[in-house]
Nanobody
Framework: VQLQASGGGTVQTGDSLRLSCVAS????????MAWFRQAPGKEREFVAG????????IYSSSVKGRFTVARDNAKNTVYLQMNSLKSEDTAVYFC??????????????????WGRGTQVTVSS
């Protein structure tokens, strides 16, 4: 499956952004999906995950309550709604896919497919 993330940009503290990740190549609904991010000089970190059915979602503690992950299987798209953005949210955001009906996971090694990423910059 190929993944293409979009929706990044430069915003100010407190603003909102919605990222999208469109999948192509295989049946999107068979995949659990996740968002990760990587800030300059830091390791990649888990942000949010969603099961194939969207019934289950998980979040990192740093974004819980501010970010919401969702998906539209009819559009082969997973979203990340980011509210109340902070400067520490500045990073390149990646979407990832794993062919599994299991619960979402924050384990990066599980995901076989990755998009190229979209830059999010939050200025104070």
């Amino acid at each position: 499956v190929q993944l293409q993330a979009s929706g990044g940009g430069t915003v100010q503290t407190g603003d909102s952004l919605r990222l999208s990740c469109v999948a192509s190549g295989r049946t999107f609904s068979n995949y659990r999906m996740a968002w990760f991010r990587q800030a300059p000089g830091k390791e990649r970190e888990f942000v949010a995950g969603i099961s194939w059915s969207a019934e289950d979602t998980i979040y990192s503690s740093s974004v819980k309550g501010r970010f919401t992950v969702a998906r539209d299987n009819a559009k082969n798209t997973v979203y990340l709604q980011m509210n109340s953005l902070k400067s520490e949210d500045t990073a390149v955001y990646f979407c990832a896919a794993d062919l599994s009906y299991g619960l979402p996971t924050d384990r990066a090694f599980v995901y076989d497919f990755w998009g190229r990423g979209t830059q999010v910059t939050v200025s104070s």
